[in-house]
């Protein structure tokens, strides 16, 4: 197992509001390899998001450790080591385009001269060009978590975390999309971490599904997706995946349990 | 397949870039135009019937001057006194700008100072509202003592009335940011300073600048009684001057020279505002 470049052992997220006692997560066990792409599943509530703010520093485990590079890795010292897309995307709409692109790299202390021109240089794969100057106001909820993801890119880490970045997205600009970050994911070599509601798109985006239950939130399957790359879009249609996409919804009604719609 | 998506993007993106700013820009000013004589027409209007109907009332009553001047009569003594008034409007403004200046810089650091520590927040703010409860009556009389007949005290009665509507709209507004977006800068790597550069002061800007609006409008005032209380120049002296001599028309003058002034001065900050947070207006201009 040395060779994840993040991992969750055993983790859990208790939280105390009002007397009032919710475990998030129960037990996880997660692995990313080097350059991979994963994807976590599960019904709305079931600590998707806990484990990501997890990952990012933004939460601290109750318990189990988090391990980054095979070192563990507690809390506050993940702030700043892992690329993070949060489910908004949280431009911000006094900094036109670029300006929201080059945060990361402002923070990390480049000069906005050079970080606009290493953005810019991006612009066109993203399909933001002529978008530089206008602001977060003007854009399409596509090209805005285009622009969110720009940024989460510019960033330079290695191990990306998207907490469901297409799921406002109609469901053509969402095929587009995935395409489109499966194109910038082989091309920049990353280590993905995505979280979806989508069957489809975890299977087709994905090397590896985690299947989460409901509150409190657990591992119910890991599924292989050992269907070759590059993949065509057609691949939603062929038996593997229609075969794997049955074994995973079932799996996932069972943790929604009965009576209860996805 | 991978190519659809550029390809979809791309000719709208460069489209329009090149072509419809420019046109936009051209519509935008003409609106822009077009919504201010909409906006000033009315009131003026409305302004121009009254001082009809007030000049008529004053002829057919023959009212005496000394109880209610007609406007033709104000006018003339705004025209024959111009220098006089000029002069004194000076130092008013002055004394409003400097004051004005002063609470605005000292209510935005504090705000900032407030919203950096919980525990000066704590001990401070209730200290801070409480100064408000001491009247400004009591306070600028000492000051006169202190300062005499010069600026200060006049500069710091504006000052003191000034900082307390923008300390709490500064803190207000460090305080209502989006708590996602700082936990966002975190997962960045970034530092409290560059949070509080960067998230907390962007956003808290069109609450410093509601609290910037009620302050200009209240220094106006803080300037005149500054002035009541001890001066020898400036618009607040000349009323009580006039009003002294039973200088009727030429004080309804003078009060209208200090009300022109605190118009243009409101909305001076207004225009401010509009060049420092311009993406703020046009959100608000959007929703309607
Ligand atoms: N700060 C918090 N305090 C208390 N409870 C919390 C907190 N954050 C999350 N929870 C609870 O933990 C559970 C998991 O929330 P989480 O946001 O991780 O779910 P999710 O899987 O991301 O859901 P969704 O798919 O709707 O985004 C929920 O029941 C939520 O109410
Ligand atoms: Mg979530």
Redesign the interface.
């Known amino acids: 197992m040395g060779s994840a470049k993040l991992e969750a052992r055993g983790l859990g997220k208790r939280f105390k509001t009002r007397g009032q006692v919710v475990d998030a997560l129960l037990g996880v066990d997660l692995s990313l390899g080097d350059r991979e792409f994963v994807s976590v599943i599960g019904p709305s509530g079931c600590g998707k998001s806990t484990l990501f703010n997890i990952f990012a520093g933004l939460e601290t485990p109750t318990s189990g450790d988090v391990l980054l590079d095979g070192r563990t890795t507690v809390g506050a010292d993940l702030l700043g080591r892992v690329g993070y897309m949060p489910q908004q995307d949280l431009l911000m709409p006094w900094r036109n385009i670029l300006d929201n692109t080059i945060l990361g790299l402002e923070v990390a202390g480049v000069s906005k001269r050079v970080a606009r021109e290493r953005a810019l240089d991006l612009f066109p794969l993203f399909g933001l060009s002529g978008f530089e100057k206008r602001y977060p106001d003007d854009l399409s909820g596509g090209m805005r978590q285009r622009a969110a993801l720009l940024r989460t890119f510019l960033a330079g880490r290695d191990v990306i975390l998207l907490d469901e970045p297409f799921g406002a997205l109609d469901s053509l600009t969402r095929a587009g999309m995935q395409q489109w970050l499966l194109r910038i994911w082989e091309e920049h070599r990353k280590t993905i971490l995505f979280v979806t509601h989508d069957v489809d798109e975890a299977l087709y985006l994905s090397d590896r599904v985690y299947a989460m239950s409901k509150r409190p939130g657990r591992v119910t399957q890991i599924l292989e997706v050992d269907i070759p790359r590059p993949r065509a879009y057609d691949v939603i249609t062929s038996e593997p995946f229609i075969e794997m996409k049955q074994v995973l919804l079932e799996q996932l009604r069972l943790a929604h349990g009965p009576g209860k719609a996805a | 397949?991978?190519g659809?998506?550029?390809e979809?993007?791309?000719p709208i993106?460069?489209?329009?870039?090149?072509v419809a700013p420019p046109a936009e820009d051209r519509r935008d000013t003409r609106r822009t135009i077009r919504r201010w004589v909409k906006a000033v027409t009315p009131p003026l209007l409305f302004a121009v019937f009254v001082l009809m109907l007030w000049e008529a009332l004053v002829w057919i009553t023959g009212i005496s001057a000394l109880l209610l001047p007609a406007p033709s009569q104000i006018a003339l003594s705004l025209i024959e006194n111009a220098g006089l008034f000029a002069r004194n409007a000076v130092v008013t403004l002055s004394e409003i700008l400097i004051g004005f200046a002063l609470g605005a810089l000292v209510g935005v650091g504090l705000g900032i100072l407030l919203s950096y520590s919980r525990i000066f927040e704590r001990s401070v703010y209730p200290w801070l509202v409480a100064s408000q409860m001491v009247p400004i009556v009591a306070v600028a009389p000492i000051l006169v003592v202190w300062f005499g007949f010069t600026l200060v005290p006049k500069v710091l009665v504006v000052a003191l009335i000034s900082f307390f509507p923008v300390v709490v709209n500064t803190v207000d507004g460090l305080q209502s940011v989006?708590r996602?977006?700082i936990?966002?800068?975190?997962?960045?790597?970034?530092s409290r300073v560059?949070i509080m550069r960067?998230?907390r002061i962007?956003?808290a800007?069109p609450f410093v600048f509601s609290g910037l609006k009620i302050a200009m409008a209240l220094a106006v005032v803080g300037a005149v009684f500054g002035e009541w209380v001890g001066s020898n120049a400036g618009l607040g002296y000349l009323m009580l001057a006039f009003n002294n001599q039973l200088a009727t028309t030429d004080l309804f003058a003078a009060v209208l020279v200090l009300s022109a002034m605190g118009i243009a001065l409101f909305f001076l900050v207004g225009g401010v505002e509009r060049l420092v947070?311009p993406?703020?207006h046009?959100?608000r201009q959007?929703g309607r």
């Open positions: 397949m991978t659809t998506q550029r979809a993007a791309a993106a460069n489209g329009a870039a090149s989006d996602q977006m936990d966002l800068m975190r997962t960045l790597g970034a560059k960067a998230v962007p956003w800007m947070i993406w703020h046009d959100k959007g």
